[in-house]
């Protein structure tokens, strides 16, 4: 069965520095991944999708992430964090049509 | 560009009342989704439609629950008999391709705030 883990609940980071969410996936076949992101009272914004044709993936407002398929793992990281990052962060295993989440990660920007 | 829009944004019901959640998905887009997320958890799959057909319903989670797509458009979310545990954001969700289209990315409206009484 697909599955999808993210392994902190919250992070907090200072403003400026690297960010990194984790995100562990289980698939039985070639997964379809994504991050979306969800600020307070908006809808679900994708940030980037993993496609196959490369293991680095870049999205929008500088994150990026990349896909190891011998960790299963698809972490996202931003060089450096903005206020404006301070919000909830869930990673997706597509399986067929049907969107899998993780139970989301919120981030927390620091001053 | 228009998005995907719900109506309404927020609802307040009593225990046992039925409700009604609209879902406009962006024009031309062929699959349409319901996802129900409780608080501070993740999206949970509902429902699935492909223009007016649905072709799974295996996440609703009671027989109350009931999703109609009639013209392959509109879609609507109805609740029948809602209890607390129904308290939930309603996400519908709207993409270009059919089933099976890998890599397809789903638009999200901002969601109906459902609070039972």
């Known amino acids: 069965a697909q599955s999808v883990t993210q392994l902190d609940s919250h992070v907090s980071v200072s403003e400026g520095t690297p960010v990194l969410l984790r995100c562990n996936y289980s698939?039985?076949?070639?997964?379809?991944l994504f991050w979306y992101v969800q600020h307070p009272n908006k809808g679900l914004q994708l940030l980037l999708k993993y496609t196959s044709a490369a293991t680095l993936v870049k999205g929008i407002n500088g994150f990026e992430a990349e896909f190891k398929k011998s960790e299963t793992s698809f972490h996202l990281t931003k060089p450096s964090a903005h206020m404006s990052d301070a919000a909830e962060y869930f990673c997706v295993v597509s399986v067929d049509y049907k969107y899998i989440f993780g139970t989301g990660t919120r981030l927390k920007v620091l001053a | 560009g228009a998005g995907v829009s719900q109506s309404p944004r927020y609802k307040v019901a009593k225990r046992g009342q039925d409700v009604a959640l609209r879902c406009d998905p962006i024009?031309?887009?062929?699959?349409l989704f319901w996802y129900q997320q409780a608080l501070g958890q993740g999206p949970e799959f509902l429902t699935y439609f492909q223009n007016e057909a649905q072709l799974d319903k295996s996440g609703l989670p009671s027989d109350r629950f009931f999703a109609e797509r009639p013209e392959g458009s509109v879609s609507t979310l109805k609740i029948q008999r809602t209890q607390q545990e129904d308290s939930a954001v309603y996400l519908c969700?709207?993409?270009?391709?059919?089933?099976?289209?890998?890599?397809?990315?789903?638009?999200f409206g901002p969601g109906t705030r459902l609070t039972v009484l």
């Open positions: 698939s039985s076949y070639s997964p379809s």
């Open positions: 969700a709207s993409s270009t391709r059919p089933s099976g289209g890998l890599y397809n990315e789903q638009f």
């Open positions: 024009s031309g887009h062929v699959s």
